[in-house]
C-alpha cells in the first residue's frame, strides 16, 4: 500500500485541478477591454464583472476607478489610478486616449486629463490618488500626478507615506 501512495496522492492532485479548471471555465467572463466605444465616452461598470487592465484584479469598488478608451473605441478598466497611469506609460496612443476617472466629490465621470488629484488616500492598490472635478486644497493636476506614479512617488513608498500621514 505505500508503494502506491504517492500514485494516489497525484491522481487525487490531478483531479482535483481538473474539477476546478472546469468549474472556472464555467464561471462568467471576466471584462477586460470593451471594443466599438467609438464615442470614447465612459462606460456603464458593474461591479464584480471587470478587471483591472493593469494588475488584473477585480474592480469591486468605483470610488477610484478609471477607464481608458484608444481613438480605435477599445476602452480598458482600472481601480487605481496609479494604474492607469502606470499601464499608459508605455502604449503609443497614451497622448491622444481620452482617460474617465471617478470624481471622489461628484461621483460621476469626469475627464481625467482635467481632474485634480489628491494624493494622500488609501486606495487599492496603494498609490494614493483620488480624483476630483472641483480644486480643493492639497490636490495637483494631471501631469503631476502622472509624474509622480511614475517616478514612484506614491502612497507605496514608505518615506512618502510617512510624510504624507506622519505614520
Given at each position: 500500500?505505500?508503494?502506491?501512495?504517492?500514485?494516489?496522492?497525484?491522481?487525487?492532485?490531478?483531479?482535483?485541478?481538473?474539477?476546478?479548471?472546469?468549474?472556472l471555465a464555467k464561471r462568467q467572463q471576466m471584462v477586460v477591454i470593451k471594443e466599438g466605444n467609438l464615442k470614447?465616452?465612459?462606460?456603464?461598470?458593474?461591479?464584480?464583472?471587470?478587471?483591472?487592465s493593469d494588475c488584473g484584479m477585480v474592480i469591486d469598488d468605483l470610488a477610484y476607478a478609471s477607464q481608458v478608451v484608444s481613438p480605435d473605441g477599445k476602452t480598458w478598466f482600472f481601480h487605481d489610478h496609479g494604474g492607469f497611469v502606470h499601464w499608459l506609460s508605455d502604449k503609443k496612443f497614451k497622448d491622444s486616449a481620452v482617460i474617465w476617472v471617478m470624481s471622489r466629490d461628484t461621483h460621476r465621470w469626469i475627464d481625467g486629463r482635467k481632474a485634480y488629484y489628491?494624493?494622500?488616500?488609501?486606495?487599492?492598490?496603494?498609490?494614493?490618488?483620488?480624483?476630483?472635478?472641483?480644486k480643493k486644497d492639497a490636490t495637483v493636476d494631471f501631469d503631476t500626478m502622472s509624474l509622480r506614479v511614475l517616478r514612484g512617488e506614491t502612497m507605496k513608498d514608505p518615506k512618502i507615506r510617512k510624510q504624507l500621514l506622519g505614520k
Amino acid at each position: 500500500m505505500k508503494k502506491f501512495m504517492p500514485i494516489i496522492l497525484v491522481g487525487v492532485i490531478v483531479v482535483v485541478i481538473i474539477i476546478l479548471f472546469f468549474s472556472l471555465a464555467k464561471r462568467q467572463q471576466m471584462v477586460v477591454i470593451k471594443e466599438g466605444n467609438l464615442k470614447q465616452l465612459p462606460l456603464k461598470m458593474e461591479l464584480h464583472k471587470f478587471q483591472d487592465s493593469d494588475c488584473g484584479m477585480v474592480i469591486d469598488d468605483l470610488a477610484y476607478a478609471s477607464q481608458v478608451v484608444s481613438p480605435d473605441g477599445k476602452t480598458w478598466f482600472f481601480h487605481d489610478h496609479g494604474g492607469f497611469v502606470h499601464w499608459l506609460s508605455d502604449k503609443k496612443f497614451k497622448d491622444s486616449a481620452v482617460i474617465w476617472v471617478m470624481s471622489r466629490d461628484t461621483h460621476r465621470w469626469i475627464d481625467g486629463r482635467k481632474a485634480y488629484y489628491s494624493f494622500n488616500e488609501i486606495t487599492p492598490m496603494g498609490y494614493g490618488f483620488g480624483a476630483y472635478e472641483y480644486k480643493k486644497d492639497a490636490t495637483v493636476d494631471f501631469d503631476t500626478m502622472s509624474l509622480r506614479v511614475l517616478r514612484g512617488e506614491t502612497m507605496k513608498d514608505p518615506k512618502i507615506r510617512k510624510q504624507l500621514l506622519g505614520k
